[in-house]
């Protein structure tokens, strides 16, 4: 079962990303951010680009760009920082599929793609083990952290999780850290390690679970 990004206090950080939009959305009477899938409703523009008056629907994008570890303020903002986090979005979904283009605008393509990775960042590995990757983008390098949760009390289960990384677009992996595994109510961020726009990153591991989600990785970053 897929679940939302895990989220140690030492995984926390301010994460944002502007979108600006040529077309106005009518936005929603409450201040707080939507969900991503928000970004597809009619809510917001169907091409969200830099200058845009919609507060909420670039809010809503900066608040999912977050997730992903985008260092960014969300201040209803769409301009040059959250323009080179979106092309860097773009380039990471470029590598995966050639048709998502790299303009900085968040069209329904860089839409979906956002929606894909949000909602991919960790999986459950059943047995009260989960795994989560931060990208931490920064324009073309940065650093990178896959964080590997314990959150069974029993004591009983072992997570055990490791990165591997691809410099051709997922067609060939590599294991670039050593194993770590939890065990009892644990919670660890681990594997820093060096990330830029021409590679893609995953978390992978294994538990007690017979069944893994996704072949026991997250999607790729």
Same mark, same amino acid.
């Given at each position: %079962?897929?679940?939302? #990004? #895990?989220? $140690?206090?030492?995984?926390?950080?301010?994460?944002? %990303?502007?979108g600006?939009?040529?077309?106005?959305?009518?936005? $929603?009477?409450?201040?707080?951010?939507?969900?991503?899938?928000? #970004?597809?409703?009619?809510?917001? $523009?169907?091409?969200? +680009?830099?200058?845009s008056?919609? +507060?909420?629907?670039?809010?809503?994008?900066?608040?999912?760009?977050?997730? #992903?570890?985008?260092?960014?303020?969300?201040?209803?903002?769409?301009?040059p920082?959250?323009?080179?986090?979106?092309?860097?979005?773009?380039?990471?979904?470029h590598?995966?599929?050639?048709?998502?283009?790299?303009?900085?605008?968040?069209? $329904?393509?860089?839409?979906?793609?956002?929606v894909h990775?949000?909602?991919?960042?960790?999986?459950?590995?059943?047995?009260?083990?989960?795994?989560?990757?931060?990208?931490?983008?920064?324009?073309?390098?940065? +650093?990178?952290?896959?964080?590997?949760?314990?959150?069974?009390?029993? !004591?009983?289960?072992?997570?055990?999780?490791?990165?591997?990384? &691809?410099?051709?677009?997922?067609?060939?992996?590599?294991?670039? &850290?050593?194993?770590?595994?939890e065990?009892?109510?644990?919670?660890?961020?681990?594997?820093?390690?060096?990330?830029?726009?021409?590679?893609?990153?995953?978390?992978?591991?294994?538990?007690?679970?017979? +069944?893994?989600?996704? !072949?026991?990785?997250?999607?790729?970053?």
């Amino acid at each position: %079962m897929k679940s939302r #990004l #895990l989220r $140690p206090v030492t995984v926390l950080a301010t994460l944002a %990303m502007c979108g600006t939009g040529l077309v106005l959305g009518v936005a $929603p009477a409450q201040a707080d951010p939507g969900t991503v899938e928000a #970004l597809q409703g009619a809510e917001c $523009p169907p091409n969200i +680009t830099q200058g845009s008056t919609n +507060t909420w629907c670039v809010d809503t994008l900066q608040y999912a760009l977050q997730t #992903l570890g985008f260092t960014l303020q969300m201040d209803g903002q769409f301009g040059p920082q959250t323009v080179a986090a979106v092309k860097w979005v773009q380039t990471k979904a470029h590598l995966q599929s050639s048709s998502v283009g790299i303009d900085g605008q968040v069209g $329904p393509v860089t839409k979906a793609w956002l929606v894909h990775f949000v909602e991919n960042r960790s999986i459950d590995l059943g047995q009260g083990c989960g795994l989560g990757l931060v990208a931490w983008p920064n324009s073309g390098s940065g +650093t990178a952290q896959a964080t590997i949760s314990e959150y069974d009390t029993s !004591g009983n289960d072992h997570c055990t999780g490791y990165l591997e990384r &691809s410099t051709d677009g997922g067609k060939n992996w590599n294991t670039v &850290s050593s194993e770590h595994t939890e065990s009892g109510t644990q919670s660890v961020t681990t594997y820093a390690y060096a990330d830029n726009s021409g590679e893609l990153d995953k978390v992978c591991g294994q538990s007690v679970s017979t +069944t893994l989600v996704n !072949g026991g990785c997250t999607d790729a970053f």
